[in-house]
């Protein structure tokens, strides 16, 4: 019953049911398994399914997954049972995943272009001379520390891979996004 019930555990997380999750990572203790492993699910449900709705909880899941290589069983158990719960409780985004997952797709199956002249490094005699590096304008010189300028290649300029959800801190962003999107 190892695959069902760490099924059960991060879904129930993801699920925001804490009364589950707690049920099934103790079910999994008293099973055998090892806290290791259960901390790397809390770490990766911190990041796939909280994301940045909650940015913190993949600070508190590392955390938990250090403390629990600290600390052992028994105690690690309650290490386990905190990062759990306030990932069970806490807003949910799968925005970050969803936006590796279609500009990895763009990368494997699109013509994607070269990185733009501007933004290239020049470490080289003679790399400035061909553009390198020329043009671009560093952030922090300007009012709010943004620019506009181009970061993507010409030929997949204007794709959007960030969506963000207004879910917990993700909605700021959504807000700051939407603003900084419509500017020319």
């Known amino acids: 019953s190892h695959y069902d019930t760490i099924s059960a ?14 049920f099934y990572l103790a079910r999994a203790l008293h099973g055998g398994e090892d806290i290791e492993f259960l901390a790397r699910r809390i770490l990766i449900c911190a990041a796939e399914d909280v ?19 600290a600390v052992g069983l028994p105690e690690a158990r309650i290490l386990l049972s905190e990062a759990a719960l306030a990932i069970a409780t806490s807003p949910k985004s799968n925005s970050a995943i969803v ?40 952030a922090h010189d300007y009012p709010g520390n943004i620019v506009d300028q181009s970061f993507l290649p ?18 700021r962003i959504k807000d700051w996004l939407s603003k900084r999107r419509k500017k020319p």
């Open 9 to 22: 555990f991060i879904k129930s997380m993801r699920g925001s049911d804490p009364d589950a999750a707690v």
């Open 51 to 69: 994301g940045l709705a909650n940015p913190q909880m993949l600070t508190l899941a590392m955390s938990a997954y250090q403390g629990i290589m």
């Open 99 to 138: 936006a590796i997952d279609k500009a990895s797709d763009d990368v494997a199956n699109r013509r994607t272009g070269e990185v733009p002249l501007h933004l290239r490094n020049a470490p080289v005699a003679g790399m400035a001379d061909l553009g390198y590096g020329q043009g671009y304008r560093y």
């Open 154 to 171: 010409d030929e997949i300029s204007g794709t959007i891979y960030y969506e963000p959800y207004a879910n917990g801190y993700e909605a």
